[in-house]
């Protein structure tokens, strides 16, 4: 779950946060579920970033001798 607020709460815990539009948002630091989560697409997001070490397999079907 993000939060909104127009000030970065402090006094808590924030496990990450992010300033756009003078509006922050942020994952509280208490939120294990939404820290996971977040983890998760951090995770899916580098694998797709990542360039293949292999060229893609392109499949050809032989017709004839």
């Known amino acids: 779950m993000i939060e909104v607020d127009?000030?970065?709460?402090t006094g808590e815990p924030?496990?990450?946060?992010?300033c756009?539009?003078?509006k922050?948002?942020?994952i509280n630091g208490d939120?294990?579920?939404s820290q996971?989560?977040?983890?998760?697409l951090s995770?899916?997001?580098t694998m797709m970033a990542a360039p293949?070490?292999?060229p893609p397999l392109t499949p050809t079907i032989n017709v004839g001798g």
């Open 20 to 22: 756009y539009n003078n």
């Open 31 to 33: 939120d294990d579920v």
């Open 36 to 40: 996971k989560n977040f983890h998760l």
């Open 43 to 45: 995770l899916f997001m």
């Open 6 to 9: 127009d000030h970065l709460p």
């Open 52 to 54: 293949p070490q292999t």
């Open 24 to 26: 922050w948002y942020y």
């Open 14 to 18: 924030i496990y990450a946060a992010y």
